[in-house]
């Protein structure tokens, strides 16, 4: 498993049921919207030296010293925190008093911005698919901050998945099984005093999925 916090509900259903794993969190969603990573022939480094160590911490759990070498799957939440994207402030100069204009969030702006945000996190699954690794993404639990906005996290989260797919990923989106009438998380798979995170339910849904997949 590799990715951002919300590895950390997975991890936790997995020792909970005695499934064996490695990995974990190695950053906040934000890291993965910036230049995070450099690829080398058979292997990528992180910039952040915390993220790099425990990366090579993981490999070397299993056995590996190079990320080609992986022969399971791996599980990544990486590039799924929208609400990052969707951060209201960056949104207002679209935005009238009524609210976007029609079909703005289908138009080919905003899916040009929404890929350009997310061009590192595109360029770390091109490089895995380029590895011949068999890479699971998971979508973010469907919970938004105030200083994000819904709509636009909604509408990101489909860019981003459909992006993740198109290079060959195969995406774990389990929205019909955890969101309510509201369309976003049910509160019984919300962590408590929590504004954007799964608790450990949430966690065993996503891990049975994955189960179900074959990993």
Known sequence: MLGDSHVGPLGRAAQAARIPFQGGPIG????????????REH?????????ERYFRGFLDGLGITRLDELAIPLVSTI???????????NWSHYRGTAGYPTDFLSSPLFEDIVATTAAPVLRFYRQMRAFNLRVVAVLAPQRVPRQS???IFLAAQDVVRRHVANVGIEVVD?????IDETG???RDLCEENDEIHGNLAWGRIVLSELLDQGL
């Not at 906040?28 to 690829?39: I, L």
């Not at 292997?43 to 993220?51: G, L, N, Q, R």
């Not at 590039?79 to 402030?89: K, L, P």
């Not at 389990?174 to 955890?178: A, H, N």
């Open 149 to 151: 906005d819904p709509v």
């Open 43 to 51: 292997d990528i480094v992180f910039h952040v030296p915390e993220m």
């Open 79 to 89: 590039g799924f925190s929208t609400h990052f994207v969707a951060t209201r402030h």
């Open 28 to 39: 906040a969603g934000r890291d993965f919207f910036d230049d995070f990573f450099t690829a």
């Open 184 to 186: 976003f998380q049910r």
């Open 174 to 178: 389990l929205r019909d099984r955890i």
